[in-house]
């Protein structure tokens, strides 16, 4: 063998080696390079559930604030109207006070089939939902509806009892009280008020189509009412 082949041999398995090796550290680098991608991924995918997560729980708290913001609107609106009953009754009871003057044959300037204020078992339901006591309140009102269906008042109670439904966040039984009494008492002054109702109360409950159709035969059936305006001003609203 001429002499220098060895070394020739042995630089030839030197460059092998070190390209095996190289080859190795190309492989492990690949590798290291792939686990952080998968874990990059990983992380990203985790990121994205949180963020949905979030989003759904932010979208739950809206719902559930527009709906406290709806009983809140109602309950201010059951105020003023509270408000303005006690304001008439203040009238009639100073007009009370006047000196009487007996009259012998006395005339009734009372309207036949009118009567000339509430009765006492609806002034009693009215009581108990003054008081807040609405469980009690929603029986009492019920008893004075069966007892007095034809009564100028029994429109008003199925008003109360509906709203007595709200208060308790009972949308299902407060949508039943405020659609009978537009079914049953057409003509009444509450009848407006309660189709009114009735649209909130399908909105607390997530119908918003059928809110939308109540408000639409709000303005439909009492176009000149005050509740009217308002169903106006929900729906351009939406």
């Known amino acids: 063998m001429p002499y220098g082949?060895?070394?020739v041999l042995l630089l030839l398995l030197a460059l092998a080696l070190n390209g095996c090796a190289a080859n190795d550290l190309v492989a492990k680098r690949q590798a290291e390079a792939e686990a952080k991608i998968e874990h990059l991924i990983q992380g990203s995918a985790k990121r994205e559930q949180r963020q949905n997560e979030f989003a759904a729980q932010l979208q739950a708290r809206d719902e559930q604030a527009q709906a406290m913001q709806l009983q809140v609107k109602q309950?201010?609106?059951?105020?003023?109207?509270?408000?303005?009953?006690q304001d008439s009754a203040k009238a009639r009871g100073a007009?009370?006070?006047?000196p009487k003057i007996e009259v012998?044959?006395?005339?009734?300037t009372a309207k036949p089939g009118r009567e000339s204020g509430p009765p006492a078992d609806y002034l009693k339901a009215f009581g108990l939902y003054s008081a807040n006591n609405c469980a009690a309140a929603v029986l009492s009102f019920e008893e004075f509806i069966t007892a007095n269906p034809g009564s100028e008042y029994a429109a008003n109670a199925l008003f109360w009892v509906g709203e007595c439904h709200v208060a308790q966040s009972a949308f299902?039984?407060?949508?039943?009280?405020?659609?009978?009494?537009?079914?049953?008492?057409?003509?009444?002054?509450?009848?407006?008020d309660a189709q009114l109702?009735?649209?909130?109360?399908?909105?607390?409950?997530?119908?918003?189509?059928?809110?939308?159709?109540?408000f639409e035969n709000l303005i439909t059936l009492y176009p000149s009412s005050p509740a009217a305006v308002k169903a106006r001003e929900r729906l351009s609203a939406k």
């Open 5 to 7: 082949v060895p070394w």
């Open 75 to 85: 309950l201010q609106e059951s105020v003023r109207e509270l408000q303005i009953q």
């Open 95 to 98: 007009s009370a006070v006047t």
């Open 104 to 108: 012998v044959n006395p005339v009734s």
């Open 172 to 192: 299902q039984k407060a949508k039943e009280a405020f659609s009978r009494l537009v079914g049953s008492y057409p003509s009444s002054p509450k009848a407006a």
């Open 197 to 214: 109702k009735l649209g909130y109360t399908l909105e607390s409950m997530n119908e918003k189509e059928r809110a939308l159709e109540a």
